[in-house]
């Protein structure tokens, strides 16, 4: 599991008839995904960014949402004064996909090592 890249694989379209990830496996994803963390009974995933002012803010938050776009897998993103917080979940199954660990991955290498 360790050994696995997500940032190498693409979002494949969910068009729902799953069973949403299970805790024991989101654990295992959240080891590829730093920083990231399981909310609402293991149907989302979180991360907050720290950032120097509100318009860094505002910029992660753009260039996270151009990334996400392009992956056609979308967060839910707050911003204010300092942080900037994304949040991702599969809709169709109300609970968590690899595409959301993906999108983690993927989120991370762009913002660096920010926390
Ligand atoms: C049709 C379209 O691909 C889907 O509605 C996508 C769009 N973006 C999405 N983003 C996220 N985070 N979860 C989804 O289930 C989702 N579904």
Known sequence: MNSIDLTTKQCTP????IPPMTIEVANQYLALAPGWELRDDATKIKRTFKLKNFMDALALAQ????LCEQEGHHPDI???WGYCSVVFQTHKINGLHENDFIMATKVN???GNGA
């Open 14 to 17: 969910c068009q729902g008839g």
């Open 63 to 66: 260039r996270v949402g151009h």
């Open 78 to 80: 707050t911003i204010g």
């Open 109 to 111: 290498m762009l913002a």
